[in-house]
């Protein structure tokens, strides 16, 4: 009796390891799986967030309207020529600050220069005000590309500081009495403009 009872205990001995690792690959079975799903969700949920922020966001295309006198500012053209923006007051002006260096800027340029030639008879100019590059840099940066409409050049940033806002690109519609009516910070969709700077246009 003693023998078999020893015999007993040996098996025992030699299944209880064999127990623990059975449990020991399930749990690890289930923890993959909670990690799996876990970490689809919060993968999904970062690429939301990002696209949320991002400068293509709608939400970027959207301005604030306000409602206020337009600053008095002077500068010279790209053809070195001195303007004001008292020039345009029988005009609905959208001011663009920019610079040759930025990429958002840059992306927005054909659509701002496709709904100037689409509405430049309607009594429509955009101003584009190069903030802090040379002339040169920026004359030879415009015969480069698609814009015809009139550029400015700001070595000092006066324009940023008038209409205080340092973001680029940034951009701000003026009326035909001179009031600024909307402000946007970051690059502009066409549909944007159609909705919001068409009917300003069209005001009497």
């Not at 040996?10 to 690890?28: E, S």
């Not at 959207?62 to 206020?68: D, L, R, T």
């Not at 001179?178 to 068409?198: D, M, P």
Request: overall charge neutral; aromatic content about 8%.
């Amino acid at each position: 009796m003693p023998k078999k009872i020893n015999r007993r205990k040996k098996n025992n001995t030699r299944n209880t390891p064999l127990f623990f690792v059975g449990v020991g690959v399930a749990l690890i079975g289930v923890m993959a799986v909670l990690l799996l799903l876990f970490g689809k969700k919060d993968s999904a949920g970062s690429q939301t967030a990002a696209s949320d922020s991002s400068p293509s966001s709608s939400l970027s295309s959207i301005p604030a309207e306000v409602n206020y006198a337009a600053p008095e500012l002077s500068l010279q053209n790209v053809n070195g020529n001195t303007e004001a923006l008292t020039d345009y007051r029988d005009k609905v002006v959208l001011v663009n600050n920019w610079a040759t260096w930025c990429p958002p800027c840059k992306a927005e340029i054909p659509t701002l220069e496709d709904y100037y030639k689409a509405h430049n008879a309607d009594g429509f100019v955009i101003i584009g005000i190069e903030a802090g590059e040379p002339h040169d840099e920026v004359a030879q940066f415009v015969q480069g590309s698609v814009i015809t409409y009139p550029i400015w050049i700001d070595l000092k940033n006066a324009s940023l500081r008038a209409f205080g806002s340092s973001g680029l690109p940034n951009s701000f519609v003026i009326d035909r009495k001179g009031n600024v009516r909307l402000a946007w910070v970051g690059e502009i969709t066409r549909q944007s403009l159609e909705k919001y700077v068409t009917p300003l246009i069209m005001e009497n």
